[in-house]
């Protein structure tokens, strides 16, 4: 049976103290080895932004596929990846067929110096 989504409480990780950051770093650990997945609670990310996030994304991906060719990417990149383009049960060394998931991937630039 696989094991349940576990919710981590990110406020502690914002009050500041090592031990409690350690805390919050140690349950996201146990939740990535455990389940692979985890749900965040105190995050400090307003409602609004999560519920236009949630908006942008139900429109973008309900844009045909020919359209979101445009922004098609290799697995590692930023944009989007269509249905088929990754095995995720390779991770753990399984040979699965592909994804049926697509996904967008926006992550955060660097900083520089």
Do not use: C
Request: hydrophobic share 40%; charged share 20%.
């Amino acid at each position: 049976m696989p094991a349940p989504v576990p919710v981590i409480d990110l406020t502690p990780w914002f009050a500041g103290a090592p031990r409690d950051r350690a805390g919050v770093a140690r349950q996201v650990d146990e939740a990535l080895r455990s389940s692979g997945f985890l749900l965040i609670t105190g995050h400090r990310v307003p409602g609004a932004v999560r519920a236009q996030t949630r908006a942008t994304a139900r429109e973008f991906f309900a844009l045909p596929a020919e359209v979101k060719a445009r922004y098609a990417i290799t697995v590692g990149g930023r944009g989007w990846i269509p249905p088929g383009a990754e095995a995720n049960g390779y991770a753990e060394g399984t040979a699965t067929p592909p994804d049926l998931k697509e996904s967008f991937l926006a992550r955060r630039r660097p900083a520089h110096g």
